[in-house]
């Protein structure tokens, strides 16, 4: 029988697929790696079990132990499955800007959900990071910290990375994803360069965020954008900035505009990042027909857009944030 064993086995393994029309008249190929195909909906669940099972490995969580986490909320979900199936407590940290349709969904997969101001200082006490922390010392629990925890991008080195090799059959010419904490762009861009180091890693930033400044080494400064999930206000710990070989940044519009063609030209429903990082993928292919080149490049979709029911895709909730859209 083709039959699974658990659902630790169906994580990872999502198809490419090819844009034909959200890419039309280019050239090259625009791929993109189906990460809202997971079980969990999002590119998250591979660190969820990776990491949780990194810390059992550790001695760090302990049977019936608490796990704690500062999340956009997808990561949340991730270990949400692992403490289910593996039988632990979990603790999600967030800011206001999360989503609501997450921080309900986290509740109904049995989540203690701790919701914190969001638009403050990396150095607030009250930053849902720095409440992550306090809760995890308090409780005695293990903070799963994907911002510095090294298994983050260990998980996308031993596993998108090699897929996305395997698949395109080392075609690839071009890898293009956002960078939260950085486990994406880290693992498989280190991952595929180690494969073949001509190959090109293309940071897609949301406008507002202070990577592209500081990835090029000048002065950043940070401010509200919609886009969810990607783009940062401080240097995470697992972004190897030295893989990233050029920026491209995104303005809400255009991600959003990017992922409603998305929808309209492909029928795939994914949420504000994949909106962002395709589009820079096709900026970065309009960029290099100049140039005569026909590339392979592969765009990471990380979540799907049901969990943003309740901002992007409520008009009346991006009328009064994106005023004339
Ligand atoms: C929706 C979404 N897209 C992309 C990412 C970024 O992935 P990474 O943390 O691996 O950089 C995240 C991470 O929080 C996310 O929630």
Redesign the pocket.
């Known amino acids: 029988m083709d039959v699974y064993d658990s659902i630790t086995e169906l994580v990872g393994n999502t198809p490419i697929l090819k844009l034909h029309r959200f890419g039309e008249g280019l050239n090259s190929s625009l791929l993109a790696k189906c990460e809202f195909l997971n079980p969990g909906g999002?590119?998250?669940d591979r660190?969820g079990f990776y990491m949780v099972e990194a810390a059992e490995k550790h001695g760090l969580l302990k049977p019936g132990g608490i796990i704690v986490e500062a999340?956009?909320?997808?990561?949340g979900i991730g270990l949400a499955m692992a403490a289910a199936f593996k039988g632990y407590k979990l603790i999600t940290v967030m800011s206001e800007k999360v989503s609501k349709d997450k921080v309900n969904m986290l509740k109904c997969l049995g989540a203690e959900t701790v919701v914190m101001p969001s638009g403050l200082s990396r150095s607030d006490p009250d930053h849902f990071m720095n409440k992550a922390i306090a809760i995890a010392e308090e409780k005695g629990a293990w903070l799963a910290d994907?911002f510095f925890n090294g298994s983050?991008v260990e998980a996308?080195y031993k596993s998108t990375g090699p897929e996305i090799w395997k698949q395109t059959d080392g075609e690839v010419d071009v890898l293009v994803?956002?960078?939260?904490?950085?486990?994406?762009?880290s693992g498989a861009g280190k991952y595929l360069k180690e494969m073949k180091p001509s190959i090109k890693v293309i940071l897609a930033d949301p406008e507002g965020s202070m990577l592209k400044a500081m990835v090029e080494g000048k002065e950043a400064t940070s401010s509200s954008y919609l886009v969810?999930?990607?783009g940062q206000d401080f240097m995470?710990g697992?972004?190897d900035t030295g893989l990233v070989d050029e920026v491209i940044s995104v303005s809400d519009r255009a991600s959003l505009e990017a992922a409603k063609q998305l929808w309209e030209k492909e029928a795939l429903f994914v949420?504000?990042?994949?909106g962002c990082i395709a589009h820079a993928a096709r900026q970065y292919a309009i960029a290099k027909e100049k140039e005569n080149k026909a590339l392979n490049i592969v765009a990471i979709l990380?979540?799907g857009g049901r969990s943003y029911m309740s901002t992007v895709y409520d008009p009346e909730w991006l009328a009064h944030k994106l005023p004339s859209s």
């Not at 949420?271 to 994949?274: E, L, N, P, T, V």
């Open positions: 999002s590119v998250k660190i999340t956009a909320g997808n990561t994907q983050n996308h994803a956002g960078v939260g904490t950085g486990g994406t762009l969810e999930g990607i995470p697992n972004f949420g504000s990042s994949s990380p979540d």
